[in-house]
């Protein structure tokens, strides 16, 4: 298994500014990957991102509007950027585990409200 | 790439009772998860369970993997157990690891 630690676990922002959130995982492992939730829906992948090189984005996410960093095995960032009410959601971290790592993990989560 | 059907979207339950709820997906994989979404939006981990039959207290899962569906079943329903409970696949022989998830169920349990 593994135990991720995300934070914020939630926050209110101003539109127009950035948030940053942070994503620990008590282990070393290859991919994270962020989600988005948006208010009533599923889970949308933003993006995976790969420790030395540039995070991989899914259609519809842009890396301006979406920064992430991996500095580590253990750690990553998302950024959301010049925020806006449409950007009020559920944000998720997410590592994948075992022996094909294909067993999903996720942290807490970062509620997000843009006002 | 891979769709996910869950059924009901909604299920409203009597404290007590039992259900059922279901997972149907459009190709072969090697990953099906059942997670449980509380109203604090964290995702528990109920059952990784790509083929077979699992049970954890009062929930069981089966997947049929041949024919592309899985199963969650909730006996004894409690009011803890309302969130949405969300079924997801991924089939990381076609060189992705991206998950996909269905739509959820909802799940209102009232006493």
Sequence with gaps: SAVISQKPSRDICQR???????CQVDSQVTMMFWY???PGQSLTLIATA???SEATYESGFVIDKFPISRPNLTFSTLTVSNMSPEDSS???CSVEKGVQATEAFFGQGTRLTVV | GIQVEQSPPD???QEGANS???CNFSDSVNNLQWFHQNPW?????LFYIPSGTKQNGRLSATTVATERYSLLYISSSQ????????CAVLNSGAGSYQLTFGKGTKLSVIP
């Design chain 1, 16 to 22: 127009g500014t950035s948030l940053t959130i942070q």
């Design chain 1, 36 to 38: 988005r939730q948006q």
């Design chain 1, 50 to 52: 790969n420790q030395g």
């Design chain 1, 90 to 92: 559920i944000y998720l």
């Design chain 2, 11 to 13: 299920l409203i339950l």
């Design chain 2, 20 to 22: 059922t709820l279901r």
């Design chain 2, 41 to 45: 939006g964290q995702l528990i981990n």
């Design chain 2, 79 to 86: 009011t803890t157990d309302s969130g949405v409970y969300f």
